[in-house]
């Protein structure tokens, strides 16, 4: 039995936030000891050519990314490489500094392996982060910046958020994923319709050059999901991102009514949506899923249907520190297995095919 596994039942005796926050205190406290933080990347980090990929003209050494949320305002990138991602996003952050919703924000729901949260964007405001995030960029990975409103922000007023954000931190961040999805911040789902779509790439495409991402929600009908695909791509978004956490109480009878639901109840519908998304813009756009992720069979599954990159973060608090290494080491496995050369030929091979006229025709 692995120390993890030993010490989980004290670590879940803690409440989700303050673990999370003892979770950096160490990552900060580790970083002090380089031959031990030396170690431990050595152990976890799978640099494999297998796994290499070049996308957006970014290095990705591996698929396995920091889902947003994990490090909300850039406090522990240099910890990354630690626990063996091959890339992350910070946030969500949004222009000003906020506290985030009332505390207990954090619910812990150990038979269903999830978690449910309701921060609201808790961060340190884009002018702090950028400070920290000026002392290491360029970093050896590449960072995400997750942006979002301000939970005061009025509808009408939010593509001004979004503007400034990418202002602010265009020059230490290799990418933006835009964040209407997110369900803690009352109306934010409501931009995630096609006019404010369209407006808010045609603002942000002026003011930066490097990729910008869009993250669907897994609670919007089928329908709307292949309509907003395709014009989120039609407009010029460089990904899609499926997909944040679920409002679906009714997945684990959670006797809170608030905050989204992430970790394993989620991976069904989440590898649903991906499989909506990929059907539609495979081969336009890169696609990242997220969601219930938690093994490298479960990867490879989401590889095979289309995704060119993954994110984890409910995955390490139930599988441990070493989950990203396991998952990489055993995508190889997988690839070797099915006669793959590299990860990119297997990525979309489960794709279905979509019929021509004459096709269905007959």
């Given amino acids: 039995m692995s120390l993890f596994e030993n010490i989980k039942p004290l670590i879940y005796k803690i409440d989700p936030e303050t673990a999370h926050n003892i979770v950096e205190l160490i990552f900060k406290t580790t970083r002090r000891c380089p031959l031990f933080f030396n170690w431990l990347i050595e152990k976890n980090f799978i640099d494999d050519p297998m796994l290499n990929q070049k996308i957006w003209n970014l290095e990705f050494k591996n698929p396995i990314g920091v889902a947003a949320g ?16 091959g890339w992350g996003e910070i946030g969500a952050v949004t222009p000003i500094e906020q506290p985030g ?4 924000r954090s619910w812990r729901w150990v038979e269903h392996e999830a978690i449910q949260n309701a921060y609201g964007f808790n961060n340190d405001g884009m002018h702090i982060i950028k400070k920290r995030l000026e002392k290491i960029y360029p970093f050896v990975l590449p960072i995400g910046a997750n942006i979002g409103k301000n939970k005061t922000t009025p509808e009408d007023k939010a593509i001004e958020d979004y503007k400034a954000l990418v202002k602010t931190l265009n020059d230490v961040v290799d990418f933006f994923v835009i964040n209407i999805s997110s369900p803690n911040t009352p109306g934010l789902r409501d931009l995630l319709n096609a006019e404010f779509i369209a407006k808010l790439f045609s603002e942000l495409k002026s003011l930066t050059k490097k990729p910008i991402l869009i993250k669907f929600s897994p609670d919007m009908e089928d329908e709307m999901i292949i309509n907003l695909a395709n014009l989120s791509v039609l407009n010029g978004a460089d990904g899609i991102i499926v997909t944040n956490t679920t409002v679906n109480y009714d997945l684990i009878e959670t006797p ?13 519908r989440s590898f649903e949506v991906l499989r909506i998304v990929a059907s539609e813009v495979f081969g336009k756009v890169p696609i990242i899923s997220v969601g219930g992720i938690d093994s490298a069979e479960e990867a490879y599954k989401r590889i095979r249907m289309g995704a060119s ?8 608090i139930y599988k441990g520190p ?12 997988l690839l070797k297995k099915d006669g793959f050369n590299h990860i990119s030929e297997a990525i979309g091979v489960d794709i279905p095919k979509k019929l021509t006229k004459d096709e269905d025709a007959s």
């Fill in 70 to 85: 994990f490090d909300k305002n850039a406090t522990m990138i240099p910890a990354w490489p630690v626990l063996g991602f």
């Fill in 322 to 333: 070493s989950v990203v290494r396991d998952i990489n080491l055993g995508l190889i496995e």
């Fill in 101 to 104: 919703n009332e505390k207990p």
């Fill in 256 to 268: 809170v009514k608030k905050g989204g639901i992430s970790g394993k109840p989620l991976a069904k």
């Fill in 309 to 316: 990159l993954l994110q984890i973060y409910t995955a390490i």
